[in-house]
């Protein structure tokens, strides 16, 4: 007996590629069913609604402004920045350009006498915005893949990272989360604990297999929320081991 598979038309097209078909939000928000998540879902949807229903805080002049940059590497679509105050998502920008420099400092202008710290994931291709950004803005490059300052719970800093993201959206306070695409990436993370007991964040390949594409803004959301890791410094000299470069600016 054959199946017959349906394809979305019209509005839904755009959301099927962006989403794929296992995505709670795609099951809850354009087919109408009841929205299936992972037992070990990183972020549950409950916290991605409840933060896309509150309302930012007021404008302020003086309140610090965060911003997170995830690189888009060889074949992947976007470069994001997430730019934040406080708990509140400000303002979230996707570029698809090859050179995303211009756009990128366009972007992060307009906060400038506000903006205390950018963080990008300083390793790789990542590298080259880290040092451009340094000339105009504090910055500070992160290497995510290395051991976590706690090591005890998390196998390497990505996780200890999205894990401080995760406590705040289940704290309630997080806010202005209204881009539906980045709500759908957070929403499609996994994690689980390794045989010592350390939270460990799903592979962007294990994802791949299950058809999850890239999560850049999802990693540009938990770069914005990253503290301020300058303050800190390393564990030893060795130089393959650093957690943050910090920009000359």
């Given at each position: 007996?054959?199946v017959?598979?349906?394809?979305?038309?019209?509005?839904?097209?755009?959301?099927?590629?962006?989403?794929?078909?296992g995505?709670?939000?795609?099951?809850?928000?354009?087919?109408?069913?009841?929205?299936?998540?992972?037992?070990?879902?990183?972020?549950?949807?409950?916290?991605?609604?409840?933060?896309?229903?509150?309302?930012?805080?007021?404008?302020?002049?003086?309140e610090?402004?965060?911003?997170?940059?995830?690189?888009?590497?060889?074949?992947?679509?976007?470069?994001?920045?997430?730019?934040?105050?406080?708990?509140?998502?400000?303002?979230?920008?996707?570029?698809?350009?090859?050179?995303?420099?211009?756009?990128?400092?366009a972007?992060?202008?307009?906060?400038?006498?506000?903006?205390?710290l950018?963080t990008?994931?300083?390793?790789?291709?990542?590298?080259?915005?880290?040092?451009?950004l340094?000339?105009?803005?504090?910055?500070?490059?992160?290497?995510?893949?290395?051991?976590?300052?706690?090591r005890?719970?998390?196998?390497?800093?990505?996780?200890?990272?999205?894990?401080?993201l995760?406590?705040?959206?289940?704290?309630?306070?997080?806010?202005?989360?209204t881009?539906?695409?980045?709500?759908?990436?957070?929403?499609?993370?996994?994690?689980?604990?390794?045989?010592?007991?350390?939270?460990?964040?799903e592979?962007?390949?294990?994802?791949?297999?299950?058809?999850?594409?890239?999560?850049?803004?999802?990693?540009?959301?938990?770069?914005?929320?990253?503290?301020?890791?300058?303050?800190?410094?390393?564990?030893?000299?060795?130089e393959?081991?650093?957690?943050?470069?910090?920009?000359?600016?």
């Amino acid at each position: 007996m054959s199946v017959r598979i349906s394809r979305p038309v019209d509005g839904s097209r755009r959301k099927y590629k962006e989403w794929g078909p296992g995505n709670p939000l795609w099951e809850s928000r354009v087919l109408g069913l009841f929205p299936k998540q992972s037992q070990d879902a990183l972020i549950s949807l409950a916290w991605l609604e409840a933060a896309q229903q509150r309302q930012p805080a007021a404008a302020s002049t003086t309140e610090p402004v965060f911003a997170g940059l995830d690189v888009a590497g060889p074949g992947d679509a976007e470069t994001v920045v997430v730019i934040r105050r406080g708990n509140d998502v400000v303002e979230i920008r996707s570029i698809t350009a090859d050179d995303a420099r211009g756009e990128v400092l366009a972007t992060l202008l307009p906060y400038q006498r506000q903006l205390q710290l950018v963080t990008v994931d300083g390793v790789g291709i990542g590298w080259y915005l880290f040092a451009h950004l340094g000339e105009v803005f504090p910055v500070q490059g992160v290497n995510v893949g290395i051991p976590a300052f706690d090591r005890e719970r998390f196998v390497n800093l990505k996780a200890e990272l999205y894990w401080s993201l995760r406590t705040r959206f289940e704290s309630g306070d997080l806010g202005g989360l209204t881009d539906a695409k980045t709500r759908a990436q957070l929403a499609s993370l996994r994690y689980r604990h390794n045989a010592r007991g350390q939270v460990v964040i799903e592979s962007k390949e294990e994802a791949r297999k299950r058809g999850v594409k890239s999560p850049d803004r999802a990693e540009a959301m938990m770069l914005a929320f990253s503290p301020d890791m300058r303050i800190f410094g390393d564990d030893d000299d060795d130089e393959e081991d650093y957690r943050v470069h910090i920009s000359p600016y």
